[in-house]
């Protein structure tokens, strides 16, 4: 076994089917009296129903999250926190509502429980992204890490078949690149390899019927590995990629990361030959990126950024802007092969 660091992020999971009945006695736990509720537009009424299981420690619900996290979203609810002397936050939704609520802590440091709607896995994270006039900026800080998830696989249900399959790649994404990140140590590589292997099984059987219990179960279980994944070691290429692509363009979230993913990872593929042949190995297929293509392609994903609302002419400054402070890449970047890398995703032509 050759040497490694390891940190754990502390953190209280509590998952099954059903668990929204036990959101009072968690907010008990934690001492809170008065608990803001935050959700998107979409979700509020769902939010509203769930926030019924707090009993009177339900103070209000805010239900303006959206993508991104802007700030001037997080000045509106910073008011209504404190119009009702609010002692902790529940964030019932996906990375967008989980966003927000992090983003108040990190303000305020109030407690967090998230009930997860999606498989972004930003629960499991200590890292917000805020944006602030047109640019995304990351940050990284023990407040902004929930104190408790709880993952109720009945939530995820109604998760529509086409962003269960890009969430759940999103999530792949977290773990094929912990396989391969430079603070890779076993614990998160074995978290990595049963998370991606859940959520390969569990996508086409969501597609085949989104009812599948045991699949949406799967999934979620998946999406909170590749989520700790995430949290623990640092990202490469792929991240940089969407962060950069995402702040320029404003493409959706799950959707960019699905069509980038193969792209990133034939990128790396010669760079990081234990990672692929672990990854191969989870996900049941001998080319990875050809394989991660594949899957999401088969499963209906659009594969091309031009389809998610990336212009043409993006892809050169899109490479300049991922050259400039570039993260740690496990192939040192090449503007040439960067260029190829984004046309590629940009069209959505198959790796290989
Ligand atoms: P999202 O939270 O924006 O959700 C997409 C849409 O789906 C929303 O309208 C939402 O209300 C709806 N939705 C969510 N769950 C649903 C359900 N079960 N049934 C029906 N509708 C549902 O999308 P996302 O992909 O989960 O999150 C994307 C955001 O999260 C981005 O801003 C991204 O940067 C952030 N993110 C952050 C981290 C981190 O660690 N900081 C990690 C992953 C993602």
């Not at 502390?10 to 009296?33: D, H, Q, Y």
């Not at 594969?303 to 998610?308: E, P, Q, R, V």
Request: charged fraction near 20%.
């Amino acid at each position: 076994m050759d040497g490694f660091v390891y940190n754990g992020n502390p953190g209280r999971v509590i998952f099954g089917s059903g668990t929204v009945s036990r959101l009072g006695e968690e907010a008990e736990k934690l001492g809170a009296s008065r608990v803001l509720v935050l959700s998107t537009p979409e979700q509020a009424g769902q939010a509203q129903a769930i926030a019924g299981n707090l009993g009177k420690r339900f103070a209000g619900l805010y239900p303006n999250a959206r993508m991104h996290t802007p700030t001037d979203v997080t000045a509106d609810a910073m008011r209504l926190v404190e119009t009702l002397g609010a002692d902790a936050v529940v964030s019932i939704g996906g990375g967008s509502t989980t966003g927000l609520g992090k983003a108040i802590a990190f303000r305020t440091d109030l407690p967090q429980i998230v009930v997860p709607t999606t498989y972004a896995g930003s629960e499991a994270t200590p890292i917000l992204g805020e944006t602030e006039n047109g640019r995304k900026v990351t940050k990284s800080d023990p407040r902004i890490l929930p104190e408790v998830i709880l993952y109720d696989v009945e939530l995820t249900m109604t998760l529509p078949v086409a962003l269960s399959v890009t969430s759940g790649m999103n999530a792949i994404a977290h773990a094929v690149e912990a396989l391969y990140a430079r603070e890779a140590n076993p614990i998160i590589s074995l978290m990595a390899e049963e998370g991606i292997a859940a959520l390969a099984r569990a996508l086409p059987a969501i597609k085949t019927d989104p009812g599948d219990v045991t699949a949406r179960s799967d999934a979620l279980y998946g999406a909170w590995l590749c989520g700790v994944c995430l949290g623990s070691v640092g990202m490469a290429l792929h991240h940089k990629l969407c962060h950069t692509l995402g702040g320029m363009f404003n493409l959706p979230h799950a959707p960019m990361h699905t069509a980038v993913l193969p792209h990133a990872v034939a990128y790396n593929e010669a760079a990081a030959p234990v990672a692929m042949a672990r990854l191969a190995k989870a996900l049941g297929v001998t080319d990875v990126a050809e394989g991660l293509y594949d899957l999401a392609a088969g499963l209906g994903a659009s594969m091309a950024l031009k389809d998610l609302g990336m212009p043409e002419d993006g892809v050169r400054p899109a490479v300049e802007q991922a050259m400039s402070n570039a993260y740690w890449n496990p192939r040192p970047l090449d503007r040439e092969a960067l260029e190829t890398l984004i046309g590629r995703a940009y069209a959505g032509t198959r790796p290989g």
